[in-house]
C-alpha cells in the first residue's frame, strides 16, 4: 500500500491527531513514520486519490492542527511514497535539510498578500503623465483609419502599465519586508500585479497586518491589498 504524506516535523513535535482523519474514502487513518530526528504524519494512499474538497479539507486540517504546536513542513496535497520504509529513508537521508528548515520556521507563520490597481485609475495616470501617449492617443481619435499609430499607441501604453505595476510592486514588497523574515515573490495572476508571500514571526503577526493597512490606506482607494493567512508555508518549505 503506498504512503500518503501530510507533513513532516521535527520528532518531538506533538501530533494531536485524535479525532482527525486521512484522505479517502473511507478515510486514512492518520499515523507517523519516525526517524531519530524527525516524524511525518502519513496515512495509506487511496488508489483513486483526487483534489475533492473533503479530501482537500482533511489535509488541511492535519496541518493546521501539526502548525498549532510549532513548526511544520507542509506537504502539498496528492504526495505519495512508495510505502512507510520509503518516506523513512528520505527523512534519514535529508535529516540535516529538513531539520534546518524547521528550525528557519520555528514561531513563524505565512502570510500571502495580493495587490491590484483599478486599470482605469492607472491609465488616466500614464496619459497624464506621458507626452507621447497623450499626443497618439489625441491623434488616433482624429484619425481612426491610422492603424500604426494605433499599434503604437497601444504598444506604448501596455509597456507602461507592466512597468509602473513591477515598480508598484518592487516599493509594496520592499515596505513590508522589513516586518518579516523572509519573503517570496511568485508570478502576479491576471488580477494582480503583486503576488508575494512573506514567512512572519508568529508574535510579529498583528504588526505586519496593520502594517499592510496602512499601505492600503497610503496609496489610496484605487489600490486594492489582500492579505490571507495565517496559512502552512508552501512558499519556505
Known amino acids: 500500500m503506498s504512503t500518503y504524506i501530510y507533513a513532516i516535523t521535527a520528532a518531538g513535535h506533538p501530533q494531536k491527531l485524535d479525532g482527525l482523519t486521512g484522505v479517502g474514502d473511507p478515510a486514512g487513518r492518520l499515523r507517523t513514520v519516525r526517524t531519530k530526528a524527525l516524524s511525518a504524519v502519513v496515512s495509506d494512499a487511496p488508489e483513486d486519490l483526487r483534489a475533492k474538497r473533503r479530501d482537500l479539507a482533511a489535509h488541511q486540517a492535519v496541518l493546521e492542527t501539526l502548525m498549532a504546536d510549532g513548526a511544520t513542513l507542509p506537504m502539498r496535497f496528492g504526495l505519495v ?4 520504509a520509503s518516506v523513512t529513508s528520505v527523512l534519514e537521508e535529508n535529516e540535516e535539510g529538513y531539520t534546518q528548515r524547521l528550525s528557519e520556521l520555528d514561531g513563524c507563520l505565512e502570510y500571502n498578500l495580493k495587490a491590484a490597481r483599478e486599470e482605469d ?15 497618439l492617443r489625441e491623434f488616433t481619435r482624429e484619425h481612426p483609419e491610422a492603424q500604426d499609430e494605433k499599434m503604437r499607441l497601444g504598444e506604448l501604453v501596455s509597456n507602461e502599465v507592466q512597468a509602473r505595476h513591477e515598480a508598484d510592486g518592487k516599493d509594496l514588497v520592499e515596505r513590508l519586508a522589513g516586518g518579516a523574515q523572509r519573503y517570496s515573490v511568485a508570478e502576479p495572476t491576471q488580477q ?10 508568529r508574535d510579529e503577526a498583528a504588526a ?5 493597512d496602512e499601505e492600503s490606506r497610503r496609496r489610496g482607494e484605487a489600490y486594492s491589498l489582500s492579505l490571507y493567512g495565517p496559512l502552512p508555508p508552501y512558499s519556505f518549505v
Open 208 to 212: 505586519f497586518s496593520q502594517a499592510v
Open 81 to 84: 511514497g512508495p510505502d512507510d
Open 192 to 201: 494582480h500585479f503583486l503576488n508575494a508571500s512573506f514567512l512572519v514571526r
Open 121 to 135: 485609475d492607472l491609465l488616466r495616470e500614464i496619459i497624464t503623465e506621458s507626452e507621447e501617449i497623450s499626443r
